[in-house]
């Protein structure tokens, strides 16, 4: 019995337990419910609000567009009427001014062309009082003003009254060291610039002015030109080109930039020169005084002296007791020997003579390689690249010529005037060994 009490007082507490424990769960999950309801109510709240602003955006960009479009419109409309109001205005511009459009034409080339004048002329240094007319003129977008018109033939009247002046100038002079200063000079017309340093270049934009890379020879001087005018002359030598001559003489070699240009061939080419000039030069005293000597010894022949003919005279005096024969084989040793003091140097004319055009040639040969080098590295389109080479291979050919020939002629005088000694050297031995042959015939 008691234990049936027991067992049924057990069941009673399991059950009044797991009933607790489902009465706190339950109350769990309703609180989690309402506060997932509060969430739910808060997000539905927020996307409420956007799509109230968003609906608020589109409203105003929809009355944003029309009212662009009203706008739009509008400014279309006042663009039709102004180009039908612009093309009336242009038609009656145009029968209104009629001939005046060709005669602005005319006007601002004319500007044109004096702006031109005043930009490169000399004028352009103390002559340039109406180049702001001028420039309005050219920039004018309108017909020009009576004004303007009469400031242009101003212009041009300046022009042709400074075209025939001789003036004194300061001019702002650049050297070639770059150094900028102040210097005095003549302006001879439109045509030139005259300083103590000779013809300048006038840089009518940056209103300098620059010496010329090369003077021409003579040229005139400041100095020149102040000593004419004070004499009452206006005369000087001009560059009528404006300066286009003077810039080309910079162009035109001098003698030693012409061999330099020949290399190093050229200059063996000279040297090859100067050694056979010397040589023809010592050869040909040489052989001048040994005439002077046989000339003087032919008028005293029995007082033998040094020199060949007097030593040919000397063998016959040696010895008086010897046969004809070994007379003229003695008279044939010393002629001989006198005949190579005589030509002594002339072999080496004519081989320098001879040599000197093979390297001309050779000079030829290696200029066009260098050309051909720099065609290949450079192409042919700019011949300037190009005249290094040929130059060079020209240069060289004119030296090996202009050599060859002087050495060549010296050569022949020189041999002709030893030919000539040696001719009156034979015959004087001749005449000795017939004397000794008629000699010997008659003591017999």
Known sequence: MKLKTLALALTLVSVSTSVLAVDGLVEKTRQAQKSEQVHNQAREAGFKQTEAEIRAQKDALLAQRESLNTEIDQLSSSFSENEQSLAQLEEELRLESGSLGELFGVVR???????????????????????????????????????????LWQGMLEQITASSEVRKVSVSYINGEGYQSTVDAYRLGSIGLIGEQGYLAWNGIRQVATPYLKQPENGPVASQIASLQQAGLQMAVVDPSRGKMLEQLAHTPSLAERLSQGGVVGKIILGLLAIGGIIALYRGCKLLW???????????????????????LNVYDTDQKRSVEALELRLLETIVDEQQGLERGLSMLKLLAALAPMLGLLGTVTGMIETFQVITQFGNGDPKVMAGGI????VTTVLGLISAMPLLLAHNLLSAQADA????????????????????????
């Open 109 to 151: 080339q004319t500007a044109k062309d004096l702006q031109a004048e005043l930009e490169t002329s000399v004028t352009g240094a103390d002559r340039h009082q109406y180049a702001a007319v001028v420039d309005n003129i050219v920039d004018a977008k309108a017909l020009p003003s009576l004004k303007q018109l009469n400031g």
């Open 290 to 312: 040994i005439r002077q000597q046989i000339n003087a010894q032919l008028k005293q022949p029995e007082k033998p002296g040094n020199n060949p003919l007097g030593r040919v």
């Open 391 to 394: 130059s060079m291979a020209l």
């Open 421 to 444: 000694i040696r001719s009156i050297l034979e015959k004087q031995g001749i005449s000795l060994v017939a004397a000794e042959a008629e000699k010997t015939g008659s003591t017999a």
